[in-house]
Antibody
Framework: QLQLEESGPGLVKPSETLSLTCTVS??????????WGWIRQPPGKGLEWIGS???????YYDASLKSRVTISGDTSKNQFSLKLRAVTAADTAVYYC?????????????WGQGTLVTVSS | DIQMTQSPSSLSASVGDRVTLTCRAS??????LHWYQQKPGRAPKLLIY???RLQSGVSSRFSGSGSGTGFTLTISNLQPEDFGTYYC??????????FGGGTKVEIK
């Protein structure tokens, strides 16, 4: 069973870069049947997909965030990371990493516990 | 982008009730539809995948149906622990999944 855990700063200043890492245990991020994704949830709001990466390093981003986002994987550490540039208060949210299971038609079947990132000076 | 619309936005029901939540897609998505339960301060939990398949370990009181553009999640014999917000998610447009806005379920 996969386990995912997010880590990174909980406070980021406006215009700076938000950086988070997701550490995966219980399986390899090199598995071809998974994408590895980031999802966020602003306070009191719904879930927003940010982007994903796959075993080959290919990346996929939400169109509205594409210009500011980079997702990358590190197979040696079994981690994948999120960088979101030029943040504003609107980027304040709980950020989740999750595994997207291609073998079962694409649900996010395992999630990290989430980490709250606040954008404030 | 495929838009997902959930209804109602909230509901209140009594223990033992049968509750039905609806999710509609802006275009046909086959059966690429999944349901999650989220409790306050917790990560979403997968309940149903591929429209009707029960995730391992999830109570059989949860069931899903539908295909194309219309889907339902039914909770039979509602229990106190079933409170929370329920989200649907489409994966037809992989790798660009989208979520519905959620239905908040409260126990009377």
């Amino acid at each position: 069973q996969l386990q995912l855990e997010e880590s990174g700063p909980g406070l980021v200043k406006p215009s700076e870069t938000l950086s988070l890492t997701c550490t995966v245990s219980g399986g390899s991020i090199s598995i071809g049947t998974y994408y590895w994704g980031w999802i966020r949830q602003p306070p009191g709001k719904g879930l927003e997909w940010i982007g994903s990466t796959d075993y080959s390093g290919s990346t996929y981003y939400d169109a509205s965030l594409k210009s500011r986002v980079t997702i990358s994987g590190d197979t040696s550490k079994n981690q994948f990371s999120l960088k979101l540039r030029a943040v504003t208060a609107a980027d304040t949210a709980v950020y989740y990493c999750a595994s997207f299971n291609l073998a079962t038609s694409g649900p996010f079947d395992y999630w990290g516990q989430g980490t709250l990132v606040t954008v404030s000076s | 982008d495929i838009q997902m619309t959930q209804s109602p936005s909230s509901l209140s029901a009594s223990v033992g009730d049968r509750v039905t939540l609806t999710c509609r897609a802006s275009q046909s998505i086959g059966r690429y539809l999944h349901w999650y339960q989220q409790k306050p301060g917790r990560a979403p939990k997968l309940l149903i995948y591929a429209a009707s398949r029960l995730q391992s370990g999830v109570s059989s009181r949860f069931s899903g149906s539908g295909s194309g553009t219309g889907f339902t999640l039914t909770i039979s014999n509602l229990q106190p622990e079933d409170f929370g917000t329920y989200y649907c998610q489409q994966s037809y447009d992989t790798p660009a999944p989208t979520f519905g806005g959620g239905t908040k379920v409260e126990i009377k």
